[in-house]
């Protein structure tokens, strides 16, 4: 079946440090892709998405590349600030039979001023 | 624009109890979605309504837990009796069409529950 597997965590970084969260997947036929951000206390937030191979998402300054060839979608922001601690999800959509979101199991990002 | 809203955010429960969630979503959203979120992991899908019929319910502990969607607007999930290993964020979601092309799911802030 369908899978997304994300780096452990959690991530603590310093203000204005560069952030790379992985994620690989494993997925029939040709999944979109996306990151979901939880911030405390609230629900789960669309980030960014792909739904083609090649195709970068961004928003907020995060990008990520849908890579085919290594079935990987990294979530990368230049400078991270403090707002930006949250708990960080990566998903896959399929419309074959399952035709739903898998998520994997999430990376806690914490920004130190 | 009102988003998709739970209730209660907090319950607290002995084993073999039941308690219901209640769900709200975005006006107009044909589809809603019912997750379960347990510490650590990533939302799981429970149960999916297109309107008020069931689309998925393939992961729903069907001996225990229970959801309708009454009129294809409101929804309750329902855990009767609850256990320990129930203790999870539910997380109710809503879309505006559930077909093969996917549309954005937007999320409620969950209810937390506990189950002692």
Same mark, same amino acid.
């Given at each position: #079946?369908?899978?997304?597997?994300?780096?452990? #965590?959690?991530?603590?970084?310093?203000?204005?440090?560069?952030?790379?969260?992985?994620?690989?997947?494993?997925?029939?036929?040709?999944?979109?892709?996306?990151?979901?951000?939880?911030?405390? #206390? =609230?629900?789960?937030?669309?980030?960014? $998405?792909?739904?083609?191979?090649?195709? $970068?998402?961004?928003? $907020? #300054?995060? =990008?990520?590349?849908?890579?085919?060839?290594?079935?990987?979608?990294?979530?990368? $922001?230049?400078?991270?600030?403090?707002?930006?601690?949250?708990?960080?999800?990566?998903?896959?959509?399929?419309?074959?039979?399952?035709?739903?979101?898998?998520?994997?199991?999430?990376?806690?990002?914490?920004?130190?001023? | 624009?009102?988003?998709?809203?739970?209730?209660?955010?907090?319950?607290?429960?002995?084993?073999?109890?039941?308690?219901? %969630?209640?769900?709200?979503?975005?006006?107009?959203?044909?589809?809603?979605?019912?997750?379960?979120?347990?510490?650590?992991?990533?939302?799981?899908?429970?149960?999916? %309504?297109?309107?008020?019929?069931?689309?998925?319910?393939?992961?729903?502990?069907?001996?225990?837990?229970?959801?309708?969607?009454?009129?294809?607007?409101?929804?309750?999930?329902?855990?009767?009796?609850?256990k320990l290993e129930d203790s999870a964020v539910?997380?109710?979601?809503?879309?505006?069409?559930?077909?093969?092309?996917?549309?954005?799911? %937007? %999320?409620?802030?969950?209810?937390?529950?506990?189950?002692?």
């Amino acid at each position: #079946g369908d899978s997304v597997t994300q780096m452990e #965590g959690p991530v603590t970084l310093s203000e204005e440090a560069f952030l790379t969260i992985n994620c690989t997947y494993t997925a029939t036929g040709y999944p979109s892709l996306f990151w979901y951000v939880q911030y405390p #206390g =609230e629900g789960l937030q669309l980030l960014l $998405k792909a739904t083609k191979a090649d195709d $970068k998402g961004s928003n $907020k #300054g995060f =990008e990520a590349t849908y890579r085919k060839e290594t079935t990987s979608f990294h979530l990368e $922001k230049g400078s991270v600030q403090v707002s930006d601690s949250a708990v960080y999800f990566c998903a896959l959509y399929t419309s074959g039979s399952a035709r739903q979101l898998t998520f994997g199991s999430g990376t806690q990002l914490t920004v130190l001023p | 624009e009102a988003g998709v809203a739970q209730s209660p955010r907090y319950k607290i429960i002995e084993k073999r109890q039941s308690v219901a %969630f209640w769900c709200n979503p975005i006006s107009g959203h044909a589809t809603l979605y019912w997750y379960q979120q347990i510490l650590g992991q990533g939302p799981k899908l429970l149960i999916q %309504f297109q309107n008020n019929g069931v689309v998925d319910d393939s992961q729903l502990p069907k001996d225990r837990f229970s959801a309708e969607r009454l009129k294809g607007v409101d929804s309750t999930l329902k855990i009767q009796p609850a256990k320990l290993e129930d203790s999870a964020v539910y997380l109710c979601a809503s879309s505006s069409s559930g077909s093969t092309i996917y549309n954005e799911q %937007f %999320f409620g802030p969950g209810t937390r529950l506990t189950v002692l």
